[in-house]
């Protein structure tokens, strides 16, 4: 039987993180990691079965534990509830806005209060660039509305 030295461990070590460069997906690299370290503790225990228990263990509590960081990392954002769906979104001049005064318009099937900077007439197309408490902020768009 063959009995794996430190040096055996390291250069499969070696190995893996190489395969991590060409696979990527950042898993391969911690049976890398975990084969360098049992290659220096193969310096100072002798016996393969517990070389061969302490990669096995180690590569399985690195892989485990990248996976539950890199969960919390990348934690999709959530969707936009309420008013803040509204961001970016275009709709169109249902009473004329004047300011300091409010119109109405209309966004994703729903009527909301509106002011400008600008004076914006019926059935222009504007754009929300602000919720401010119970009525919106729009500016108009670039398209004109039909």
Do not use: D
Not at 12 to 24: H, K, N, Q, S, T
Not at 27 to 51: C, K, R, Y
């Amino acid at each position: 039987m063959i009995r794996p030295g430190p040096a055996f461990w390291i250069i499969v070590g070696l190995i893996f993180v190489a395969l991590e460069m060409v696979v990527p997906g950042f898993v391969i690299i911690w049976f890398g990691v975990a084969a360098v370290l049992t290659g220096i503790l193969a310096i100072f225990v002798h016996n393969s079965f517990v070389q061969l228990a302490i990669f096995a263990g180690l590569s399985g509590v690195m892989v485990l534990c990248s996976q539950l960081i890199s969960r919390r990392l990348t934690k999709p954002e959530p969707e936009p509830v309420g008013a803040n769906r509204l961001f970016g979104v275009e709709g169109v001049v249902l009473q004329a806005i004047s300011p300091p005064g409010y119109g109405r318009v209309k966004v994703i099937g729903e009527e909301w209060r509106a002011t400008s900077k600008e004076a914006i007439p019926n059935g222009r197309t504007v754009k929300v660039i602000e919720v401010e408490g119970t009525h919106l902020v729009v500016e108009p768009s670039e398209e004109r509305s039909k």
